[in-house]
């Protein structure tokens, strides 16, 4: 990369990737874009990013190019298949995917692209919405370290927790410890909740009560009072919090690793999704326990 900054693309514009691209974009970065709905792309190009209209351009105009995808196979397309990254791919070129993926996967894009002189970091992500749109992300980086040290400039645009954890993959396997962490707090919020509000305690200063205490955590910081007032909208969709359980199950079973809480939790996301509640925040798991229990945690509950 020159002296100057680096040209950077993004790929995958969707609730986090698109608040972090701007990031990049407002630090003065030149930014490439490129998303398969248009919405997304048009409003960063009134913002001064370039559009291109597959991934094997994106990456033949940059020099660092970031990806933030749904799923597995979702990288494995945009970077190895038709008219993905690595038909664009040339010498120096540093990959960092965004997205949480299989370890597995990840390790195998990044073997491939290595054969066409790319550098791969796996740099899954944790803080939600609000992180992605605060630049205050955790980052969790897999890969070489000398490479992570190259774009560690725009990684502290996008985060304020870097930290690299080993080879390539190993990035993913910590944001899937990161989602075992994730899913047990959210479901043990919502049995607290329920919990209290069936035993006859105000669930309100029940947690008011135990906030300060061992029970201390970023879920009862943030999430109560949303759930409370109603607000169960998205800045981490259910349905991508059930991927992720599955991600943990796969990667459990692959190295023999017996799982039994997050095996529930799973149940817990997936019970969700068969409820027709996937679009709603993670925290809304809590609607599982009120079908089941009988007992809304409010009279009418706004989602």
């Known amino acids: 990369m020159s002296s100057q900054n680096p040209v950077i693309g993004y790929i995958g514009l969707g609730l986090m990737g698109k608040a972090m691209a701007r990031n990049i974009l407002k630090a003065g970065y030149p930014l490439v874009v490129h998303n398969r709905s248009r919405a997304a792309v048009n409003e960063l190009v009134e913002e001064g990013a370039v559009e291109a209209h597959s991934p094997a351009q994106v990456a033949s105009q940059v020099d660092v190019l970031f990806t933030n995808l749904p799923d597995s196979p979702d990288v494995e397309s945009v970077a190895l298949g038709k008219e993905g990254i690595i038909e664009g791919a040339h010498d120096g070129l540093i990959y960092v995917d ?149 991600i943990v199950v796969d990667t459990a079973q692959e190295y023999g690793v017996p799982l039994f809480s997050a095996l529930v939790d799973a149940q817990m996301y997936n019970a969700m999704l068969e409820m027709g509640m996937g679009e709603l925040d993670n925290s809304a798991v809590i609607g599982v326990l009120e079908t089941l229990s009988g007992s809304k945690l409010i009279e009418e509950a706004q989602v």
């Not at 992180?131 to 070489?144: D, F, K, Q, S, Y």
């Not at 049995?191 to 209290?196: G, H, S």
């Not at 008011?208 to 909208?233: H, M, S, Y």
């Not at 991508?240 to 599955?246: E, S, V």
């Open 98 to 246: 965004n997205s949480t993926i299989k370890p597995a996967t990840a390790r195998k894009v990044a073997e491939a692209l290595t054969e066409v002189g790319v550098i791969s970091l796996d740099a899954p992500v944790s803080g939600g919405d609000i992180g992605a749109r605060e630049g205050t992300l955790t980052i969790m980086v897999g890969g070489p370290e000398e490479a992570l040290e190259r774009v560690r400039p725009i990684f502290d645009v996008l985060g304020k927790a870097i930290t690299h954890v080993g080879d390539c993959g190993t990035g993913q396997s910590a944001k899937a410890a990161n989602q075992i962490m994730v899913a047990a707090q959210m479901i043990a919020m919502s049995e607290l909740l329920i919990f209290a509000r069936k035993a006859g305690a105000d669930p309100q200063k029940v947690i008011q009560a135990i906030r300060g205490g061992a029970a201390q955590c970023w879920t009862l910081d943030v999430k109560p009072e949303r759930l409370f007032e109603g607000n169960r909208q998205p800045g981490f969709k259910a349905y991508m919090q059930a991927k992720d359980l599955a």
